[in-house]
């Protein structure tokens, strides 16, 4: 797991009330295990993850919803991995608020998960989150079907996740965001072999 470049961030202005992502760009790394967590301003203050923040374990993006005067502050990506029992973390990203009449937004899906290709017995993970306010509502179906036993929903409705898939939970899933500006949908195909 390499360090971060040491190139500073420019800071990052986002008006109150509108979605924003601050991208973590993860180092060169292997194995591939790596699990995210973001720092605000100081170790060890770890950014608590609520329905209007989401760090994804794909790309380790956080995204935030809709920002609030209190997101001000400066914001660390940090990397760990496991199976090396080793963690780096991004020099700091300046987050500064713009005080805005807070609009509403309509619910924009961002965190979009990809066709996936499970074993079967293995467990799988799908990710999904939306921008918007007030903060959007999220909902995962599998079309045409119910919604596999063993299926599990976290992080505030941002996660899925499918314990020891068997050939019947192959299909289409989706997710749906919504607020009362509106709605947005994504799906994706799960393949079990």
């Given amino acids: ?35 995210y967590r973001w720092l605000l301003n100081e170790f060890p ?62 619910a924009d899906i961002k965190v979009k998960f990809k066709d996936t290709y499970a074993l079967l017995g293995q467990n799988v993970t799908l990710e999904c989150f939306a921008l918007g306010n007030p903060v959007p509502e999220l909902r995962w179906s599998k079309y045409l079907e119910p919604m596999p036993a063993t299926a599990e929903i976290s992080m505030s409705g941002a996660v899925l996740k499918i314990f020891n898939i068997q050939y019947e939970d192959e299909g289409l899933y989706e997710c749906e965001a919504e607020n009362y500006k509106g709605k947005d949908k994504h799906q994706a195909r799960v393949y079990v072999q």
Avoid: M
């Fill in 1 to 35: 797991l390499d360090p971060f470049p040491p190139e500073e961030h420019y800071e990052v202005k986002v008006r109150e009330g509108v979605g924003a992502v601050l991208l973590c760009e993860p180092p060169y790394h292997y194995p591939d295990d790596l699990s």
């Fill in 45 to 106: 203050v770890f950014i608590a993850l609520d329905r209007r923040r989401f760090v994804s374990q794909t790309n380790g993006n956080l995204y935030i919803a809709n920002v609030e005067a209190s997101d001000k502050g400066n914001y660390s990506c940090f990397v760990s991995s496991p199976s090396i029992t080793k963690s780096v973390f991004s020099k700091f990203i300046p987050l500064i608020p713009q005080a805005d009449r807070a609009k509403v937004y309509p």
